[in-house]
């Protein structure tokens, strides 16, 4: 069963709907995503669903703009002006020379108006610490990036996605590498983003969580989009025997090599 939405609270301003028309992505031979109409309702949870190498990631990648995509993606902000967008990729690497802190990295993320080697703002710095306390990181704040654990990286890749609130959140498997506690954490954050009405795109291959915390859910296969549901779909086995019976890989467009003659 999914959660019940939570009543929004007040002065929030809702995410925005997204709608993707005849969306085709191709990178050198491969098609990586094939005739995608989809779309996202305001301020809902929606999670993405699917095989490696199905093309969650760059599904996101392209509502990102970071694909070079053929067809129409249209984001409509409930405001005249647009609002703020967080994305938490699928990994960062940082390499463990680079004297890059905790703080620094957060610093970048909040694009404050002056070179780092200034230091941060008193005011810049306390919103950091906030951010980082909300996953627990707040201790870690001085450390290098590249000294951190895989899970540490990916609380403190949620915490860059709380500065400034968000009203559109796009997550790239963000429980990867979380241990149980950072996983509360994780939820918590959802449950706050529910409430503030932001819409949350969300790759995810953990279905118990997915039936659990999406308000719908989109299945993907080999580049196209399968099916949407409610998370509730998830229980059937038919369904799920559907979805990862299939290989992963989008389709080559280049011909196979034919065998040469003995
Ligand atoms: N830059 C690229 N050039 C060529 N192929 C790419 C490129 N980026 C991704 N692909 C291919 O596109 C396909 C989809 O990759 P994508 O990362 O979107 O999958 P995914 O569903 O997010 O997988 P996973 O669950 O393993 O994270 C893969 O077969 C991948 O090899």
Not at 121 to 138: D, F, K, N, P, S
Not at 177 to 190: C, K, P, W, Y
Not at 204 to 213: F, M, T, Y
Request: charged share 20%; aromatic share 4%; net charge positive.
């Amino acid at each position: 069963m999914s959660a019940a939405p939570a009543s929004p609270g007040p002065g929030f301003i809702p995410g925005p709907a997204l709608r993707l028309q005849g969306v085709n992505l191709q990178l050198g031979a491969t098609r990586i995503l094939q005739d995608m109409d989809w779309q996202v309702n305001a301020g809902e949870i929606h999670a993405l669903v699917g095989p490696n190498g199905c093309g969650k990631s760059s599904l996101m990648k392209t509502v990102l703009g970071m694909m070079p995509h053929t067809g129409q993606i249209t984001l409509h902000w409930p405001l005249p002006a647009p609002g703020v967008l967080a994305y938490v990729p699928q990994a960062i690497e940082a390499d463990r020379t680079l004297p890059m802190t905790v703080q620094d990295f957060m610093g970048c993320m909040l694009q404050q108006q002056r070179p780092l080697y200034l230091g941060l703002r008193r005011a810049v710095r306390e919103r950091i610490l906030q951010g980082l306390e909300r996953v627990g990181m707040a201790h870690k704040a001085s450390r290098r990036m590249g000294d951190l654990s895989g899970g540490e990286r990916q609380r403190v890749l949620l915490a860059q996605s709380l500065l400034p609130p968000a009203q559109f959140v796009l997550l790239d498997e963000p429980m990867a590498a979380l241990d149980r506690a950072g996983m509360q954490v994780f939820e918590s954050l959802l449950a706050q983003w529910r409430q503030s009405r932001a819409t949350v795109l969300w790759v995810e291959h953990d279905l118990a969580a997915v039936r659990r915390l999406a308000d719908r859910v989109t299945a993907l296969s080999r580049g196209r989009l399968l099916w949407t549901r409610e998370p509730a779909a998830l229980g059937d086995a038919d369904m799920l025997l559907q979805l990862f019976a299939h290989t992963a890989s989008p389709e080559n467009t280049r011909p196979e090599p034919q065998q040469e003659a003995a």
